[in-house]
């Protein structure tokens, strides 16, 4: 039996309509880990690709992300001692001395709705911590964002830390936020820069080769 | 002259627009259930914000083409906004701001886990604090003040740093603004800033028309909501 309509439902963000289809999945006998894989990223995708058409907006990229949190809600204790495939597990945190986390939230939500783990370390970040989190976590991302010209400067001890601590090259650096650019990546040695959460996410699974 | 004014948001008549450009939405309208939620936090946020305006106007000069001597106080405005402010003797330094109980606000929306209902708050938050700048230059001009255009530590080539400066002749106690070591306010939805007064100032030019900086996020968003 094919459940399309869910794939639709988060596509559009309708988290009710997504909850219902999800029960009648798993009242049709399909494993929770098939609808996450073969349904609901499927949705995310499909509001992802949109968006980055024009065709769809920051608030709609959330909607989503909203109907796909209600039915992770109800597929993940159902998952309890499953294997749980992910395409990669990513670290995500503001810098130190900025508080700034609407969009670095955005691109948490997706990333989570788009097949990934995501250990979200907040705001004001120091480099200590992130580098504990991508220890602790075994990250194979990890995404700094800053918001001001004043904090984006971090993200370079944050880079040279990981360095120090023996991890730059087990984990891709990834940043985001209003001031930074491309070429502001390559200065402090990242890997990548992206402009919005749905080009974050097509760019990590392009940086660990799962595109 | 020191005035100090506390509004509502009836009179800073906030646009639609604007509320809609600062979402991303560009030309385009939202479809109907994000209408309703701007429109359920706009009442929700008219309910409780009184945002504040703090503004002082002093005597100074351009002592190059890139530092403005304020008082005692020398910004280094930089090449773009120097060149803007040419000729000009009096200025307005000036803070605004959505008060900390809209900081508040977004703080339980996020509680609630409500991602996006605290994405259009933040965008109406933008546009409450731009509009407060507006009504700076209306107030000014109604008492019979023309002024050149704001500008802000962090742009036009103004370095963010300076904002320390800047407030530090504006009494922060007026507005309740205070300053982190990398120079953010909080409340969060504040603006600073300075523009050049008088009887026969002439405003150039029209913001990103002035400035040349590519990655300035103001350009950025200009060019997003183009598309």
């Given at each position: 039996m094919k459940f399309d309509s869910l794939t639709t439902a988060i596509a559009d963000g309708k988290l009710e309509s997504a909850v219902e289809n999800v029960n009648l999945a798993l009242k049709a006998g399909l494993n929770p880990q098939t609808i996450i894989s073969d349904y609901l990223i499927l949705g995310m995708e499909q509001i992802g690709q949109r968006f980055s058409e024009g065709k769809a907006y920051v608030p709609n990229l959330l909607m989503s992300g909203r109907a796909m949190k209600g039915c992770l809600e109800i597929l993940r204790p159902l998952m309890i001692g499953e294997v749980s495939v992910s395409y990669g597990k990513?670290?995500?945190?503001?810098?130190?001395?900025?508080?700034?986390?609407?969009g670095k939230n955005l691109v948490a939500t997706m990333f989570e709705g788009c097949g990934f783990e995501v250990i979200n370390v907040g705001i004001d970040v120091s480099s200590d911590k992130f580098i504990e989190a991508v220890k602790e976590n075994n990250?194979?991302?990890?995404?700094?964002?800053?918001?001001?010209?004043?904090?984006?400067?971090?993200?370079?001890?944050?880079?040279k830390a990981l360095d120090v601590a023996g991890l730059r090259q087990q984990v891709k650096v990834m940043i985001g936020g209003a001031p930074l650019s491309e070429s502001f990546a390559k200065q402090?040695?990242?890997?990548a820069y992206t402009s919005d959460a749905n080009s974050a996410i097509l760019k990590a699974k392009q940086l660990l080769g799962v595109a | 002259m020191e005035k100090h004014l506390q509004l509502s948001l009836s009179e800073l008549s906030l646009s639609k627009r604007e509320i809609n450009l600062s979402l991303g939405y560009g030309r385009n309208q939202p479809d109907q259930l994000i209408e309703e939620i701007i429109n359920q936090e706009l009442q929700i946020i008219n309910q409780f914000c009184r945002p504040s305006i703090y503004l002082r106007i002093l005597d100074g000069d351009l002592v190059n083409h890139s530092e403005l001597k304020v008082l005692d106080t020398i910004f280094l405005v930089g090449e773009i906004i120097g060149n803007n402010l040419h000729g000009i003797s009096k200025f307005c330094l000036f803070v605004v701001t959505t008060g900390i109980e809209f900081d508040e606000y977004k703080k339980d929306l996020r509680k609630q886990n409500k991602q996006l209902e605290?994405?259009?708050?933040?965008?109406?938050?933008?546009?409450i604090a731009e509009s407060c700048v507006d009504y700076i230059h209306k107030y000014l001009q109604g008492n019979?003040?023309?002024?050149?255009?704001g500008y802000s530590p962090g742009y036009c080539g103004w370095r963010l740093e300076e904002q320390k400066l800047l407030l530090s002749l504006l009494p922060s106690s007026k507005c309740n603004i205070s300053l982190s070591d990398s120079s953010l306010m909080t409340p969060m939805k504040s603006v600073s800033g300075i523009l050049g007064v008088g009887k026969n100032v002439r405003r150039k030019g029209y913001s990103c028309g002035i400035?040349?900086?590519?990655?300035?996020y103001k350009r950025k968003q200009k060019r997003m909501n183009l598309n």
């Open positions: 990513v670290v995500i945190g503001t810098v130190k001395g900025d508080l700034h986390d609407i990250a194979d991302i990890l995404c700094l964002s800053a918001l001001l010209t004043t904090t984006m400067t971090y993200m370079e001890e944050v880079i402090i040695g990242a890997d | 605290e994405f259009v708050a933040d965008a109406i938050g933008s546009v019979d003040l023309k002024t050149t255009l400035c040349t900086l590519d990655n300035c």
